[in-house]
């Protein structure tokens, strides 16, 4: 449901967090797999190769947060491994310690483009908050999250909105519902 940006009660923008991203339990699915970095890899290209020029980003985003030992995401040795999470609900939906959820919807170099593309999902009247981190010494990567989900089938539908809008971060996938529910209370 669109909302208006300048009328009525359901006034919604992105919030900038003044906070720093928190580091998910991290839990490895069984669409989650290990890499070994090879001599001359980067990041960037082992998250390009995983997940595609068009989410590569959100993957470094993914990698950083999932390889917390690797704090420079610039300085990585050949022979360690990486653990490269799947882009599914399993991994992008999160249980709040208040029970609600947010999404983690995507990832981008600038802070101009996460607010841009912010905006697109502020329109359909959903809460968005554009988070900051250091992932290396000269990077910054800026994550996009609705928040504020209140129970899992809110989430589901804020989903499949974004399927629809296509700005979900992942294709969707049918899930039995007791899997979903197991999948995200580790959360």
Do not use: C
């Not at 009525?8 to 069984?30: R, W």
């Not at 980003?57 to 690797?70: C, Q, R, Y």
């Not at 491994?81 to 399993?90: G, Q």
């Not at 947010?102 to 959903?126: C, K, M, Y």
């Amino acid at each position: 449901m669109p909302t208006d940006q300048n009328t009525g009660p359901n006034k919604t923008s992105a919030k900038i967090a003044a906070v720093p991203l928190q580091t998910a339990q991290i839990n490895v699915g069984p669409k989650d797999h290990r890499v070994t970095i090879q001599y001359g890899s980067t990041v960037f290209q082992i998250a390009n190769d995983a997940y595609g020029s068009r989410s590569a980003i959100m993957g470094m985003d993914l990698i950083a947060e999932f390889n917390p030992s690797i704090s420079n995401l610039n300085w990585i040795s050949a022979g360690e491994d990486l653990l490269l999470p799947a882009l599914s609900e399993e991994t992008l939906l999160r249980r709040q310690p208040d029970g609600s959820f947010l999404l983690i919807v995507a990832s981008f170099l600038s802070r101009r483009e996460a607010e841009e593309f912010a905006q697109q999902i502020v329109r359909d009247g959903l809460p968005v908050i554009v988070t900051a981190k250091a992932v290396s010494n000269n990077l910054v990567l800026h994550r996009l999250e609705i928040t504020g989900l209140k129970n899992l089938e809110q989430a589901r539908q804020t989903i499949q909105l974004g399927f629809k809008r296509r700005w979900a971060p992942f294709a969707p996938e049918p899930l039995i519902e007791t899997q979903a529910d197991q999948a995200v209370t580790g959360y």
